[in-house]
């Protein structure tokens, strides 16, 4: 030991030290606390208190990082403060030599014991921290609550005045992953699948949950009781069994056949999960973001009048993510919904959503309140199809090659030859 640190009042050091520890618990919490998962805050939810006031302390995001930050700036001031007056002191007692180690050693301990110590401890322990320090944290944060309107106001001016025209950043676009993944590995073909993973996350915020969904007409709910031996021996195509409430036909819960690993005879009900219930017009991204959120695996799709017109499973939205060219007629008709015939012909599945249809195609179809080909052929011949009907949108030209029991269409969808040059 240095015989100049012999001088030191043990007082200070003692003090130095207790704000060490104080610096290492609110960087500790703030890891912990930020780095839970959706299953961690869950399982938290319903712990014990201290687990239950660390997970209500996230709901308020923004109040916990300010106390926390701020508390922890006050703490590392009052740390550097005593720091510096203790160097002042040997560098009049000694030398600066010695006042320098000091003020070195003092940063390097902080960085290391009060910052990347604890959130290397918060991030890889996060909700056995989380649970220790819930209940001293959330002391800390009420007692700021007095003056948080104040610190919140300096926040919002500081905003105003330094940086007026802050804008925030927008989002990614496709081209910025594909430039991120072309430099993060050197396999073609590995880059390739990442790519088409990537456009397809981005698709989902564009996509609809009804151009999605697997419609009502294709669905069979049941009352309970549920019993297997009504499946008549046939296992949904979904992996669902949807149950529907004693009194209505609409969707209330569903019953994940293919995540049991015992399916009794008798009762099924009684293993069925809830279901989140979404608006037609929700874009699939912020289903699926809502399904994560609340633990559940199936949306029911409502329309204006609240009518369940389909459902969206977790698998559905997975395989449209992982799959090269998903699409809703593949996974429920098991067959490929756009088949070329020539270079201006393709015979179509009815159910094939617009949006799909202009990609394949390569044309930029008119605005229609429709989102598929049958939607639009309903629309245009303003009664149900039959076969040989004829009908003209914009740069394509639709007849109706089939119509099944279940009303799904085949239609032969023509590329006008004196339109294709506007494209």
Same mark, same amino acid.
């Given at each position: 030991?240095?015989?100049?640190?012999?001088?030191?009042?043990?007082?200070?050091?003692?003090?130095?030290?207790?704000?060490?520890?104080? /610096?290492? &618990?609110? /960087?500790?919490?703030?890891?912990?606390? &930020?780095?839970?998962?959706?299953?961690?805050?869950?399982?938290?939810?319903?712990?014990?208190?201290?687990?239950?006031?660390?997970?209500?302390?996230?709901?308020?995001?923004?109040?916990?990082?300010?106390?926390?930050? &701020?508390?922890?700036?006050?703490?590392?001031?009052?740390?550097?403060? @005593?720091?510096?007056?203790?160097?002042?002191?040997?560098?009049?007692?000694?030398?600066?030599?010695?006042? !320098?180690? &000091?003020?070195?050693?003092?940063?390097?301990?902080?960085?290391?014991?009060?910052?990347?110590?604890?959130?290397?401890?918060?991030?890889?322990?996060?909700?056995?921290?989380? /649970?220790?320090?819930?209940?001293?944290?959330?002391?800390?944060?009420?007692?700021?609550?007095?003056?948080?309107?104040?610190?919140?106001?300096?926040?919002?001016?500081?905003?105003?005045?330094?940086?007026? !025209?802050?804008?925030?950043?927008?989002?990614?676009?496709?081209? %910025?992953?594909?430039?991120?993944?072309?430099?993060?590995?050197?396999?073609?073909?590995?880059?390739?699948?990442?790519?088409?993973?990537?456009?397809?996350?981005?698709?989902?915020?564009?996509? $609809?949950?009804?151009?999605?969904?697997?419609?009502?007409?294709?669905?069979?709910?049941?009352?309970?009781?549920?019993?297997?031996?009504?499946?008549? =021996?046939?296992?949904?195509?979904?992996?669902?069994?949807?149950?529907?409430?004693?009194?209505?036909?609409?969707?209330?819960?569903?019953?994940?056949?293919?995540?049991?690993?015992?399916?009794?005879?008798?009762?099924?009900?009684?293993?069925?999960?809830?279901?989140?219930?979404?608006?037609?017009?929700?874009?699939?991204?912020?289903? @699926?973001?809502?399904?994560?959120?609340? %633990?559940?695996?199936?949306?029911?799709?409502?329309?204006?009048?609240?009518?369940?017109? !389909?459902?969206?499973?977790?698998?559905?939205?997975?395989?449209?993510?992982?799959?090269?060219?998903?699409?809703?007629?593949?996974?429920?008709?098991?067959?490929?919904?756009?088949?070329?015939?020539?270079?201006? $012909?393709?015979?179509?599945? =009815?159910?094939?959503?617009?949006?799909?249809?202009?990609?394949?195609? !390569?044309?930029?179809?008119?605005? /229609?309140?429709?989102?598929?080909?049958? =939607?639009?052929?309903?629309?245009?011949?303003?009664?149900?199809?039959?076969?040989?009907?004829?009908?003209?949108?914009?740069?394509?030209?639709?007849?109706?090659?089939?119509?099944?029991?279940? =009303?799904?269409?085949?239609?032969?969808?023509?590329?006008? @030859?004196?339109?294709?040059?506007?494209?």
């Amino acid at each position: 030991m240095p015989v100049w640190l012999e001088t030191i009042n043990p007082m200070w050091l003692a003090s130095m030290l207790a704000l060490l520890a104080a /610096s290492a &618990f609110f /960087s500790a919490s703030e890891a912990s606390l &930020f780095y839970l998962s959706h299953q961690d805050r869950r399982a938290m939810a319903s712990g014990n208190r201290a687990q239950q006031l660390a997970v209500r302390l996230l709901e308020e995001p923004d109040r916990l990082l300010t106390a926390v930050l &701020f508390w922890n700036l006050v703490i590392n001031v009052a740390y550097f403060a @005593m720091a510096s007056i203790i160097g002042l002191q040997l560098e009049e007692r000694h030398d600066r030599a010695e006042a !320098g180690e &000091f003020a070195l050693g003092s940063l390097l301990t902080l960085i290391i014991v009060s910052e990347m110590l604890p959130k290397s401890l918060g991030v890889t322990r996060s909700p056995v921290i989380a /649970s220790m320090l819930g209940v001293p944290l959330g002391v800390a944060v009420r007692a700021l609550d007095p003056i948080m309107p104040a610190l919140r106001t300096a926040n919002l001016l500081s905003r105003r005045l330094l940086w007026p !025209g802050f804008q925030p950043e927008p989002y990614l676009e496709t081209r %910025d992953l594909e430039r991120a993944v072309r430099m993060s590995t050197t396999d073609a073909a590995f880059r390739e699948q990442e790519q088409i993973v990537l456009q397809n996350i981005l698709t989902l915020s564009e996509i $609809t949950a009804e151009e999605m969904m697997r419609p009502r007409r294709w669905l069979k709910t049941y009352h309970p009781p549920v019993a297997l031996a009504n499946l008549e =021996g046939e296992l949904p195509q979904s992996g669902y069994i949807f149950v529907s409430d004693p009194d209505s036909e609409e969707v209330a819960t569903a019953i994940p056949l293919l995540r049991m690993a015992d399916i009794p005879t008798e009762h099924l009900e009684f293993y069925a999960e809830s279901v989140v219930y979404v608006p037609w017009s929700a874009r699939v991204a912020a289903v @699926m973001d809502m399904m994560r959120s609340r %633990d559940r695996r199936v949306a029911a799709v409502v329309n204006e009048i609240g009518e369940t017109i !389909g459902v969206l499973t977790f698998d559905d939205i997975l395989e449209t993510i992982f799959t090269v060219r998903a699409s809703r007629s593949a996974r429920l008709l098991e067959r490929t919904p756009i088949q070329s015939i020539d270079d201006h $012909t393709w015979h179509v599945v =009815g159910m094939t959503t617009l949006r799909r249809l202009a990609r394949n195609l !390569g044309v930029k179809l008119p605005p /229609s309140k429709s989102v598929t080909v049958a =939607g639009i052929v309903q629309e245009l011949l303003e009664r149900l199809p039959r076969p040989g009907d004829r009908c003209t949108w914009g740069p394509l030209e639709f007849e109706v090659i089939e119509v099944s029991h279940r =009303g799904q269409l085949l239609v032969k969808v023509t590329l006008s @030859m004196n339109r294709e040059h506007e494209q």
